[in-house]
């Protein structure tokens, strides 16, 4: 009977220190990464700290998933958050990982092109949560603490809105 005192006090002890601490349960960190986009300019976890932090990621084969979902996200919230959109960091990546010649020569020529930024994981840093025919989309607040994690097939008006209330409460 002591040994169930026991645990219930601890228990209890524990739940208050949680709920006094603020912290989130699940308040996963932004992973650690270092990559750089199609143009060869470098992007790290440690440069984006201070900001908010969107990140959408698809594997290679998903690429034109995320370019559209990327594209309509990116200038959606460059519209709505407008005078505040330099306060977010908006980052999409490809896991190119498995990447071949064809993929390479593809990436060579569309240097020359006004494609948006895309990081190029070529080492698997984000690679984990990925979704074969989806993206997967994570907002980090200033800290680099995950608020909101998604994986998503479209990119429609109520989840643009969704994002956007996320990111003016961050800014």
């Known amino acids: 009977m002591n040994t169930l ?7 209890i002890f524990l ?3 949680v709920f006094i601490s603020g912290e989130k349960w699940n308040a996963q960190s932004m992973p650690q990464f270092q990559m750089k986009d199609q143009y060869g300019q470098s992007y790290s976890d440690s440069s984006v700290k201070g900001k908010p932090v969107v990140l959408m990621g698809c594997f290679l084969r998903d690429l034109e998933i995320c370019r559209k979902q990327g594209r309509k996200l990116y200038w959606k919230m460059q519209n709505l958050l407008w005078k505040d959109s330099s306060k ?3 980052l999409l990546y490809l896991d190119f990982q498995e990447t071949n010649k064809l993929v390479e020569d ?3 020529e569309s240097k020359t092109k006004q494609y948006e930024s895309i990081l190029l994981d070529r080492k698997g840093y984000l690679s984990v949560g990925l979704t074969k025919g989806e993206s997967y989309l994570r907002i980090f607040n200033k800290s680099g603490k995950l ?3 998604s994986h998503q ?6 989840l643009i809105q ?7 409460k961050e800014i």
């Open 15 to 17: 739940l208050a220190f």
């Open 88 to 90: 977010v960091q908006f």
């Open 106 to 108: 593809y990436l060579e």
């Open 153 to 158: 097939e479209q990119m429609d008006e109520d």
């Open 147 to 149: 608020i909101s994690s």
């Open 162 to 168: 969704e994002i956007y209330g996320i990111l003016k």
């Open 5 to 11: 005192k026991t645990v219930v006090r601890f228990l």
